[in-house]
């Protein structure tokens, strides 16, 4: 159909498309004119189906409300189709209804104006539906008849902006348009080309930037006389003979030089080469008028006048309908003018710049790259060539372009200019600098972004951060705001590298000691990951108010910091190797530097009062491991850190919580385990007084030799004080054994099962603390044992320490099962001797009276 943009002369509007298909003919589908428009069946060859019963796949999900005739009414087509879906039990149905009144009306609008106005009209009614009925479809299902209806509709607004696109298109290409709207529909409807426009602007807003206030630098030599010394120079020769030596031009219009092969005065050759170096360096600025405003300065208003041509045709009284004449635009034989400029670019007796002018003009690229010398000269000279290039052969295309006989190259006309191709020549490119600049860590992105190939780019964030060599800190922190910006759009990307260059920033961060950042990157890496970083983090903050801050900054980021806290805990609490085994009494037993580590991890549990629970266990498994190797200045230490009401805080929390069940077994036996190990304390601590008190009486005095009667006094003086400290600490002994001998039968006899036993075994408590707790009953209860034995058998107690016996052999306490069998040899002999002595002081061997 070839005469389509006669039928609906209307002004155009622009949509976005990005695939133009062959058109079928639009009388098709359209009603003829001059008859009520009815909706009928429509052969399923054309481009769209008016009617839903056409679709089979709608027949099959139900039975079609429209009438099977041609003669129905379209407003008895409404009635059939809004009681069939108000009988339905789902609304998302009626509440499509209303579409075929509301399409009528449009028709009935536009009937006799513009089609695209009818056509937009449809997509919208269509997508406003779409909408309303996504609300429906959340309540009623995927699976619903609502879905169904919303995704027929769905695929009809669809095909209405499919039609919209391509008779626009169609329309595009009738010869009453002008260029300026061909290309701005190009712009319009190919993203490449788009694309690729923004990519020129760009560069060319670097370069602006870069230049700054170089215009009016350059405007000392700006002169209202072209080439004035060559001008003064001929009209000397008008009057005299002076300077016939020297070749110059006769005549000063702007072809002289050329035409005649006759040079200027050599301060303006260097003018004009200056000049011309500055027009480029404003034309790579994309500042053409700031150009052809030095020009007019320069007195070449010619040369502005050549920079003028490229501006595209356009008549708006073709199509304004007005009877006011309104100005036109552009150049109307821009075809001639582009074809010139590509001649002067090739001529090669004209300066380098000048050259290069006309060239970037005309879309020589081969002579535009001849005077650029970075990689982003290179990437704007090959992207405006495209735009200009893909601009030309629209044109062309759409009978536009005037046939000239001094038409464009051949090789230009029918490039096939892609984005990729760009990158590929930069590759091989000749310059070394230009080389060296495409493996720049920056260009490199640049080049990604633009291609839009986020694989690729990830895989080279993925290179670099393997590489020993580490990033520019500043390049990190653009990478992983990069990544972040790209995930906030929801765009597929390889979620591993986004992971890897985040955690790379932390660690930046981290080693910066920059700690109010970390917390914000690090909630966003996945939930286990991001735990386990926080928590490495961590470990090397110190100060207890820095600590604080930084568990705040990870509540207010959305972190688990009860997850956090508790893997900085166990991280540092596992740190060494040291086996959980019975170590000689020759063990060093002095708390060294990563024990000391190991206590003050605790206070990481200690700033919210809602961890106590776990604060509790993990002081419970490092003290276990300082009881097993002894080190029991170690294990009180950590025991002094753990609040004196975190028992209470525990039951309370548990009361907060509104549950009337006992405690969890979990937290019920961790308070146990800390009220076992606070007994063995207390006992060692009772060993520890009585030791140091038994080792420390007083020294008996003694006399002095000569038994003068000062002497004799003195003497009698030091005995009787003697005699009182002797008494004194005899007592305190007393009353230290008494204390050490409950402190210990404390432990031995621990109520409710036992020392470091569980008063509730649930499924799935941890084997490894079951373990240990049985090894710590081998280990301290007979070591205790044989501490009672001593302060017993040195207290002269040898019938209360035989009694040990009784209470190691009881099977209600079972303790002779944590004995080996060495250790009960060796009680059995400390034994034997309290029986000798008891056997010595006249009494039987258990102590009682011998019976006469």
């Known amino acids: 159909h070839t005469h389509t943009h006669t039928l609906w002369p209307v002004p155009l509007k622009l949509v976005s498309v990005s695939v133009t298909p062959r058109v079928p003919d639009v009388s098709t589908i359209l009603a003829p004119p001059g008859r009520t428009p009815r909706y009928t069946h429509t052969p399923r060859n054309l481009l769209s189906s008016l009617n839903l019963d056409d679709s089979d796949w709608t027949n099959s999900l139900y039975p079609s409300p429209l009438s099977a005739t041609g003669d129905a009414s379209f407003t008895d087509d409404i009635t059939n189709l809004s009681s069939a879906l108000l009988k339905e039990d789902e609304p998302g149905e009626a509440a499509a209804d209303s579409l075929f009144p509301e399409f009528l009306a449009s028709f009935l609008k536009h009937s006799s104006s513009a089609v695209f106005d009818l056509l937009e009209e449809y997509q919208a009614l269509c997508q406003d539906k779409v909408h309303t009925l996504q609300a429906l479809v959340l309540r009623a299902g995927q699976s619903s008849k609502t879905a169904g209806v919303r995704w027929l509709l769905q695929q009809e607004s669809a095909t209405w902006r499919l039609i919209t696109s391509l008779y626009r298109f169609t329309c595009l290409s009738a010869p009453s348009e002008s260029e300026k709207v061909v290309v701005d529909q190009l712009f319009q409807r190919d993203a490449v080309i788009r694309q690729s426009q923004l990519v020129v602007d760009w560069l060319e807003s670097i370069a602006k930037d870069q230049i700054g206030d170089f215009s009016d630098n350059i405007e000392y030599y700006a002169k209202n006389v072209c080439w004035e010394n060559t001008l003064h120079t001929l009209k000397l020769r008008r009057t005299s003979s002076a300077g016939l030596t020297i070749p110059l031009v006769t005549e000063l219009d702007p072809d002289a030089p050329l035409r005649q092969q ?32 030095l020009c007019k300065r320069c007195g070449q208003a010619w040369r502005a006048a050549t920079l003028e041509g490229w501006k595209l045709y356009h008549d708006p009284n073709m199509t304004s309908g007005s009877v006011q004449l309104q100005p036109v635009e552009g150049n109307p034989h821009r075809s001639v003018w582009k074809a010139c400029c590509w001649r002067m670019a090739e001529e090669e007796q004209l300066n380098r710049y000048e050259r290069a002018i006309y060239a970037a003009l005309s879309g020589n690229i081969k002579l535009l790259l001849a005077v650029c010398e970075s990689w982003e000269d290179c990437v704007w000279a090959y992207f405006r060539v495209m735009v200009d290039s893909l601009v030309e052969q629209e044109l062309t295309s759409s009978g536009m372009a005037q046939q000239e006989v001094d038409a464009l190259p051949r090789e230009y006309l029918e490039a096939n200019w892609t984005m990729e191709k760009v990158f590929e020549e930069l590759q091989a490119s000749e310059s070394k600098r230009v080389l060296e600049e495409t493996k720049q860590h920056y260009h490199l992105i640049q080049k990604f972004v633009i291609l839009g190939d986020l694989d690729g780019l990830l ?180 025991f002094s850190k753990v609040p004196e009401d975190s028992m209470r805080e525990i039951y309370r929390q548990w009361a907060g919580l509104g549950q009337a069940t006992p405690l969890p077994a979990e937290d019920e036996n961790a308070i146990r385990e800390h009220l076992c190990i606070r007994a063995y304390l207390e006992a060692h601590e009772a060993f520890s007084d009585w030791f140091s008190h038994s080792s420390s009486a007083p020294q008996k005095p003694v006399p002095a030799p000569q038994a003068k009667f000062t002497e004799r006094v003195a003497n009698e003086m030091k005995e009787k004080e003697y005699e009182a400290d002797l008494a004194a600490w005899s007592c305190r002994l007393d009353v230290l054994t008494e204390d050490v001998k409950e402190r210990i039968y404390n432990v031995l006899l621990f109520v409710d099962g036992g020392w470091m036993v569980d008063n509730r075994q649930e499924a799935g408590q941890e084997a490894e603390r079951g373990h240990q707790m049985a090894l710590l009953r081998s280990l301290c209860l007979p070591r205790l044992s044989f501490l009672l034995l001593s302060v017993l058998q040195s207290s002269n107690r040898h019938q209360e320490a035989l009694r040990l016996a009784d209470i190691i052999s009881s099977d209600q306490h079972r303790l002779y099962q944590v004995f080996s069998k060495d250790e009960l040899r060796r009680l059995l002999q400390k034994l034997r001797e309290s029986s000798l002595l008891l056997l010595d002081g006249g009494v039987d061997p258990l102590g009682y009276e011998l019976q006469p």
């Open 459 to 638: 895989d080279e964030f993925s290179d670099w951060l393997t590489d020993p060599k580490p990033l520019p800190s500043h390049l990190l922190r653009f990478m992983t705001h990069l990544v972040l910006f790209y995930r906030s759009l929801g765009l597929a990307l390889k979620e591993e590298v986004c992971v890897d260059v985040v955690k790379a920033y932390i660690s930046l961060l981290v080693q910066d000691q920059r700690c109010d950042l970390v917390a914000c990157y690090v909630s966003q890496l996945p939930a286990a990951l991001a735990t386990e970083q926080y928590a490495h983090f961590l470990q090397g903050v110190a100060a207890p108010p820095l600590q604080r801050r930084c568990l705040q900054l990870a509540a207010t980021a959305g972190l688990d910091v009860a997850a956090v806290t508790k893997l900085v805990v166990e991280t540092v609490r596992e740190r060494d190797d040291t086996e959980f085994t019975h170590h000689s009494l020759t063990l060093d037993t002095a708390t060294s530097p990563e024990d000391q580590k190991k206590i003050d991890v605790i206070d990481w549990l200690l700033f919210d009062p809602a961890h106590r629970a776990e604060a509790l266990k993990q002081s419970n498994a490092i003290m276990r491991k300082f009881l097993a190797l002894q080190k029991h200045d170690a294990a009180k230490a950590v």
């Open 262 to 293: 006759r040079p200027l005065a050599d301060l303006d050759r260097e003018d004009d080469a200056r000049l011309l170096k500055n027009l480029f360096t404003l034309i790579r600025a994309g500042m053409t008028e700031e150009a052809q405003r």
